[in-house]
């Protein structure tokens, strides 16, 4: 069995008691899908687990701001602290020069820096001296109360709200390097996603999105990602008399009015893209006004503020680069853009096309992954 101490994400620790719970709750059910939980209590700003499993899957379990594996020992002194802490770490720290860092919570009649001299007094000689500034070995010690948790290694989590504590979103995902990165930004706010893609490149673009939501599955926790696939050539066979101008805005709004439709079914609050404001002509931000007019759903850009390079760096990290690189471009509907489409036009070109949303979402294919 292996003790595991989490402190989660510093938000999350200052909301009130009942929502702090609440959260709590969620990332443990998120930690217990990839590591198995023997048990777990929350004290003073930390989670500490009794569990057994790889903990390095704790890095993709939004919620954690940092965690590690430690020893719990009781103590009655700092010098008693200090004893049992070169019992540990002399072997550590053998040669090496090193650097003690203590965290304290609790009432206790020493500080933190009684602490870190009285535990480095102990290792000094075996060590080959201080260095408080670029040690090779930090040792660390974290006190609650009577307890201390003693450890050298400290990884960080990717910090954020646990995916399902902060409501579902429809996300449309087509599949690109900017859609995956965005559905994951979410992802870190606690969101759960739900993909729509409007499908105009076949079994090979949706092959693609399978892997890519595959990926995202690794950080979701226990919350599956489900994916409705649109039957794209089919709705674009509605946009043939549209002026080529706005052919692309229109079937923007055509793809935010499916992703409302869906919320509405869903109990989905918001719609997420991977818009960029000025990326291409349909993100300007007259189209960006244009595409979304009359839904009835905040739409979410969280990558709106980015230029490509950041994009991409995140896409990286993440794991979808390389399978967002193999997507190809699909630009059946037109060639030509505007930068300034009108609204009144988009309109009234919209309101010939008699098209049944509903019926296309109905007809929709759903993967869950």
């Known amino acids: 069995m292996t003790l595991v101490l989490i402190r ?54 939004f919620g954690i701001s940092y965690y590690y594996t430690a020893d719990e020992v009781n103590f009655s002194s700092t010098q008693e602290l ?50 408080l500034d670029n040690p090779e070995v930090v040792v660390r010690i974290d006190i609650l109360q009577n307890k201390a948790y003693l450890y050298s290694e400290e990884r960080e989590g990717p910090r954020g709200f646990p995916v399902g504590s902060t409501g579902k979103t429809i996300v449309l995902f087509s599949g690109g390097i900017d859609s995956p990165v965005a559905t994951w930004m979410m992802m870190k706010r606690g969101a759960r996603p739900l993909l729509l893609n409007v499908m105009l490149g076949g079994d090979i673009q949706k092959k693609i999105i399978i892997e890519e939501a595959k990926v995202l599955r690794e950080w979701s926790g226990v919350e599956k990602i489900k994916v409705y696939f649109v039957d794209g050539i089919k709705l674009s066979t509605y946009l043939a008399n549209v002026n080529k101008f706005i052919r692309v805005i229109m079937l923007k709004r055509l793809m935010y009015k499916l992703a409302d439709e869906l919320g509405k079914k869903s109990g989905a609050y918001s719609i997420t893209t991977g818009e960029s404001l000025s990326q291409v002509s349909s993100q300007t931000m007259k189209n960006l006004f244009v595409s979304e007019f009359g839904i009835s759903r905040p739409v979410f850009r969280p990558l709106i503020g980015m230029d490509k390079e950041e994009i991409v760096e995140i896409a990286r990290k993440i794991g979808t680069f390389e399978l967002s690189s193999k997507m190809p471009e699909y630009c059946i509907i037109s060639s030509k853009n505007t930068v300034r489409a009108r609204l009144g036009e988009v309109l009234e070109d919209e309101n010939k096309l008699n098209i049944d949303i509903k019926e296309l979402l109905s007809q929709a294919e759903v993967v869950e992954i």
């Open 8 to 61: 989660p994400a510093g938000e999350l620790m200052i909301k009130s008691s009942y929502v702090r719970k609440y959260f709590l709750r969620k990332l443990i059910a998120n930690v217990s899908s990839v590591i198995t939980v023997k048990s777990w209590k929350a004290d003073q700003g930390y989670v500490i687990i009794e569990g057994e499993g790889d903990i390095n899957k704790l890095s993709h379990v």
């Open 82 to 131: 200090a004893v049992m802490a070169r019992e540990k770490f002399k072997e550590i720290v053998k040669g090496k020069k090193f650097a003690v860092r203590v965290r304290r919570n609790g009432k206790h009649n020493f500080t933190s820096l009684d602490v870190a001299r009285e535990v480095g007094k102990e290792l000094l000689p075996f060590s080959s001296g201080v260095d």
